[in-house]
């Protein structure tokens, strides 16, 4: 599978952003989606995922209650929505696709489908 992250750009703090990650392929709803994040000099942090069929949803503690992720399988298509933003969550937001769980995990490791990253920076 193909990954295709964009929605990023400039945004004050306490605004928000939609990310979105378009899938190649027919298959999509066959992978769990994750979305990954690395701001400069930090290591990749996990985000956010979802389950195939969008019914479970995974999130990291520092974006629970300002993020959501959101999946149309019928689209191909998994979704950030992220309000309330913060200088921290400036960073380079990567979607991923794992083809071995059903659920989402953490773990960086699982996922074997990268897009190419979409920048995300908050001003203060």
């Known amino acids: 599978v193909q990954l295709q992250a964009s929605g990023g750009g400039l945004v004050q703090a306490g605004g928000s952003l939609r990310l979105s990650c378009a899938a190649s392929?027919?298959?999509?709803?066959?992978?769990?989606m994750g979305w990954f994040r690395q701001a400069p000099g930090k290591e990749r942090e996990f985000v956010a995922g979802i389950s195939r069929s969008g019914s479970s949803t995974l999130y990291g503690d520092s974006v629970k209650g300002r993020f959501t992720i959101s999946r149309d399988n019928a689209k191909n298509t998994v979704y950030l929505q992220m309000n309330s933003l913060e200088p921290e969550d400036t960073a380079v937001y990567y979607c991923a696709a794992d083809s071995n769980s059903y659920i989402a995990t953490m773990r960086l490791e699982v996922y074997g489908y990268w897009g190419q990253g979409t920048q995300v920076t908050v001003s203060s």
């Open positions: 392929g027919r298959t999509f709803s066959r992978y769990v």
